[in-house]
């Protein structure tokens, strides 16, 4: 699957999370811009992780900060 | 300079703005004296105890005291050393041989504290290339172990069969996992489907370690714990325990029947590069895990104890953790904070002591009050307990 399509299917997984409605871009931030706190973060994980078949480790999650570097994780991890 | 301090900031703030409120600090009582495993005087109050998981009351009993006292005329006052060098005694062998006649099990490991044992078994046996899977709920130092190893961790939502085995199924073949769970939970009190997780977990041929802290002593024919209540024991490869809750010292340990378990003692870095425990310790340990082993009228009573109070409190119209009682925790749920600090200081002024518990240690950011009950509690005091709890709730407006 390619970048666009693969951040089109993130992007409707993430709308139940964004409470706030905030304009998400690549550079968009987890923790900073949509509040995302670690319960969140736990659900949303496992929703894209469901959706794509994949594991996203808290190792791997570490390295995640933007919306744009979970697209690329999401479609390294699909090989 | 940059102040490596400011990062505590908020925290800072929020305990400023919860103590200027004028409500007591719940995190720096102070038990003046301690008369009983369930009463200790605080500012100077006689207070009823029902935050200390010291569930089978073993602290003050004479036979545990007593062997305390002899080893520590007769092997001093501690070990100045690891386990590994000069800091194995008579007594550490004893304590870990009570533990392995206790969970009929072929090698047990003693650690200083129940966080070490932890810490150290879930870093060393999972490495580089291998996966842990676990509870979203676990205890710190579970999640401490995790972070201290350089195994891939992938968490699940709380007891949640379904999400496990997703998870199990998506690790590359060849990998190495282990599925770490707990028996109780110690936040609300709740147990784990041990029986159909371990299966999911062996079908997808993982290694299992079960935290039983707060199940020894009284869940399971023998309180041996959970997974022994469930039938699903010898399916553990490797189950932690701790002295402090129902030993009534302090300590951690893993058995195992695993037949290359003893390597342990020499690559798990907590166990090597610390103090072993005390001599006075261990022989406590020793004394308190085989009387345990006969302990079926205390676990009885214990069961009585929760049963009440989780019936008395539901009864009154508070929020608890579990709908039916599955421990001797019992945990009630504050509507925030501040009332919950409210509720809290209410309960010291009637003279009974709880665990205030708050995020982050609590799932889904709640405030709890922990009631933990012990075997010692009389019926009368429970009831006492129950009084005192309906007279803060209505002074704190919970109820």
Redesign the interface.
């Known amino acids: 699957m390619d970048r666009a399509a693969t951040a089109d299917r993130i992007a409707a997984l993430i709308a139940p999370f964004n409470k706030k409605g905030v304009d998400v871009t690549d550079a968009t931030t987890f923790a900073g811009d949509l509040e995302f ?3 969140t973060v ?2 949303f994980v ?1 929703a894209i ?2 959706e794509f ?3 996203i ?4 999650q570490a390295e995640i900060e933007t919306y744009g570097q979970l697209v690329d994780a999401v479609v390294k991890l699909q090989g | 300079m940059t102040d490596l301090f400011s990062k505590f900031d908020p925290l800072i703030k929020q305990r400023e703005d919860l103590l200027s409120t004028g409500v007591t600090d719940p995190f720096s009582l102070v038990m003046e004296r301690v008369i009983s495993p369930t009463v200790a005087v605080c500012n100077g109050r006689e207070t009823i105890l029902l935050g200390t998981y010291n569930y089978m009351g073993m602290t003050f009993d004479a036979d545990v005291i007593a062997s305390g006292k002899q080893a520590l005329d007769d092997f001093g006052s501690g070990t100045t050393g690891s386990r590994v060098l000069n800091g194995t005694y008579a007594g550490h062998r004893a304590v870990e041989d009570a533990l392995k006649d206790f969970y009929g099990m072929d090698h047990a490991m003693v650690f200083s504290t129940g966080y070490q044992a932890n810490l150290g078994i879930i870093s060393t046996i999972a490495g580089k290339g291998d996966y842990i899977v676990l509870d979203i709920d676990s205890h710190a130092s579970i999640w401490d172990g995790c972070k201290m190893g350089d195994a891939e961790v992938v968490p699940f939502k709380h007891n949640d069969i379904v999400a496990m085995e997703k998870r199990l199924k998506r690790i590359p073949e060849g990998a190495g996992k282990l599925v770490v769970l707990e028996g109780v939970y110690s936040m609300l009190g709740d147990i784990a489907p041990l029986k159909e997780m371990i299966k999911v977990a062996k079908d997808n041929g993982a290694m299992v370690l079960v935290d039983e802290a707060h199940s020894m002593g009284f869940i399971g024919p023998n309180g041996r714990g959970v997974a022994e209540d469930q039938g699903c024991l010898e399916d553990v490869d490797f189950v932690i325990g701790t002295f402090s809750k129902s030993v009534g010292t302090v300590g951690g340990f893993c058995v195992s029947n695993h037949p290359k378990f003893e390597i342990m003692r020499l690559v798990c870095r907590p166990y090597v590069f610390t103090a072993s425990l005390p001599p006075s310790v261990v022989a406590t340990a020793a004394t308190s895990i085989r009387k345990l082993m006969h302990a079926g009228a205390k676990r009885a009573h214990l069961w009585e104890n929760s049963g009440t109070l989780h019936k008395g409190l539901k009864d009154l119209g508070f929020q608890l953790g579990t709908e039916e009682p599955q421990s001797a925790i019992i945990a009630v749920i504050m509507p925030d904070l501040e009332r919950g600090a409210a509720m809290w200081e209410a309960l010291l002024h009637e003279g009974l002591y709880v665990n205030l518990a708050r995020p982050p240690a609590t799932p889904a950011g709640m405030t709890l009050l922990r009631c933990s009950l012990c075997a010692e509690h009389s019926a009368e005091q429970v009831q006492t307990i129950i009084g005192r709890f309906e007279r803060a709730g209505k002074i704190a407006g919970i109820i």
């Open positions: 706190d670690s319960l736990m659900d496992a992780e469901d078949d994949i594991i480790s808290m190792n791997q």
